[in-house]
């Protein structure tokens, strides 16, 4: 069974600060994607990191793939309430498998 | 990006009645979908994988009689609740997989909420 684990599993933090989202396996992924969903809504995707050590940037957020592709990260800075929302990270094995999905990461952002 | 539909977006039924799901690409054509459930503040559980014009691949647990899909079209995949009970209440969303830019992307419909009383 290949785990993907996700962590912190809730987060609450104020309006301005910066968070990190870590998803780890012992998995090699050839691609990995970050959703965000909020709540009675399907997951939108954010991202997806397909080579080791790669770096992407949306607005304020900030995606890693790590160099041997097992591990990411979602860096959020100076968060806003708008960043509220369930946030999934989700690996492929092989090109043409199924994802697996993290447990998620529940991020609420105080104004 | 692509754009997945899902109908209804809420649905309310008897115990023991049937319900039809449907989930439809949009503006590409999907050889795979994928039905996942999902519990409330919870990550998504894989039910079944959709093959078009082939039988769905279903994950451990999961009733093949009770959920049947149908993935008739490369638009359009269907998943019907077989006589549901309470506890199969639950927030249902559907993926599309795409290849883009030299990876496969999964597009997800906005979900439905099924209510069985």
């Known amino acids: 069974t290949q785990l993907l684990e996700q962590s912190p599993q809730f987060l609450s933090i104020q309006e301005g600060e910066n968070l990190t989202v870590y998803c780890n396996s012992s998995?090699?992924?050839?691609?990995l994607q970050w959703y965000r969903q909020e709540p009675g809504e399907g997951p939108v995707l954010l991202v997806t990191?397909?080579?080791?050590?790669e770096v992407k940037k949306l607005k304020r957020l900030t995606f890693q793939f790590g160099d041997a592709r097992k591990d990411s990260s979602l860096h959020i800075t100076a968060a806003q309430p708008g960043d509220t929302g369930l946030y999934l990270c989700?690996?492929?094995?092989?090109?043409?498998?199924?994802?697996?999905f993290g447990d998620g990461t529940t991020l609420t952002v105080k104004p | 990006g692509a754009v997945v539909s899902q109908h209804p977006s809420r649905v309310i039924c008897k115990s023991g009645t049937s319900v039809k799901i449907e989930c439809r690409s949009l503006?590409?054509?999907?050889?795979?979908m994928f039905w996942y459930r999902q519990f409330p503040k919870q990550s998504l559980m894989l039910m079944a994988t959709?093959?078009?014009?082939?039988?769905?691949?279903?994950e451990q647990g999961v009733e093949k009689d009770k959920f049947l899909i149908n993935h008739a079209s490369l638009t359009l995949s269907t998943l019907t609740v077989t006589s549901a009970h309470p506890e199969d209440s639950s927030f249902y969303i559907c993926?599309?997989?795409?290849?883009?830019?030299?990876?496969?992307?999964?597009?997800f419909g906005p979900g439905t909420r099924l209510t069985v009383t």
């Open positions: 998995s090699v992924f050839s691609s």
């Open positions: 503006d590409f054509q999907a050889t795979t």
């Open positions: 989700a690996g492929v094995v092989t090109n043409a498998g199924k994802s697996t």
């Open positions: 959709s093959n078009e014009g082939s039988k769905a691949t279903y």
């Open positions: 990191v397909v080579t080791g050590g």
């Open positions: 993926s599309a997989r795409v290849w883009d830019r030299g990876t496969y992307e999964q597009y």
